[in-house]
């Protein structure tokens, strides 16, 4: 089975949880396609296949016309450079959540470019993944590529971006969790949409939240079984 893995961090043991080996630790590293934001290195022996984009290529793109948006990370090339993330900008960041509005914007009608286009048509993958992110522009992303090619979409959540700050009077906030709540609407009418999450009380919560029949939740207590992806086309 081939997997299309969309995450804001590729998995690097240094920087990221262990979530991502739990899931994916049996496949093999040929079998996981990752499209990722971050700086941090990938650790190629569990995603061989990388596809990184940045805001700076979209601004660079917007202002100088020079080359399309993204790049494919290579594995051999990357060994000579070790990228890192300054954890504190990017813990300041995350708090900004007009980031994820702007980052919308930045990328609307640019990342689905003829650079990217060749990248995926290079190879074949059995259902698209979207590592729980509070970025939309992710779930855009996942939910075209689902579409465009017939193939089931997957949410992992391993914290909760929607259910956790239900009253708030941070303007920004409520507008945030208005628009995601739209957005996972949207996911979730798409019918092979399925969702892992780790906590038994988020998924009894979206399941009174969102009641669309076609969708499946499951617990993630276990290493991720492949059947899992299986979704039926109801």
Not at 121 to 128: A, K, M, T, Y
Not at 188 to 214: A, D, H, P, W
Request: charged fraction near 25%; hydrophobic fraction near 40%; glycine fraction near 2%.
């Amino acid at each position: 089975m081939n997997v299309l893995l969309i995450t804001t961090v590729p998995y690097n043991e240094s920087f990221t949880s262990k979530a991502f080996k739990t899931y994916f630790g049996s496949f093999n590293n040929a079998n996981v396609n990752t499209i990722c934001v971050s700086d941090i290195k990938p650790d190629f022996s569990y995603s061989k296949n990388v596809f990184k984009f940045s805001d700076r290529s979209f601004l660079n793109f917007i202002f100088k016309k020079n080359e399309f948006p993204g790049a494919v990370i290579d594995a051999e090339l990357s060994k000579e450079k070790e990228l890192s993330l300054n954890k504190s900008k990017a813990s300041l960041l995350r708090k900004t959540y007009i980031r994820y509005f702007l980052r919308r914007m930045l990328w609307k009608n640019k990342w689905n470019n003829p650079k990217f286009e060749d990248w995926f048509s290079s190879f074949s993958f059995d259902c698209v993944v979207v590592s729980g992110t509070k970025d939309f522009i992710f779930y855009d992303i996942g939910l075209y590529l689902a579409k465009r090619f017939s193939v089931p979409l997957i949410l992992i959540y391993n914290d909760d971006y929607l259910l956790s700050s239900k009253t708030h009077l941070n303007l920004i906030k409520c507008l945030f969790h208005c628009k995601y709540k739209k957005m996972l609407q949207l996911i979730f009418s798409y019918k092979r949409t399925g969702l892992i999450s780790v906590s038994q009380n988020m998924i009894c919560e979206y399941k009174k939240m969102f009641s669309f029949k076609s969708l499946q939740i499951f617990l993630s207590s276990q290493p991720l079984a492949r059947e899992k992806y299986e979704l039926s086309n109801k």
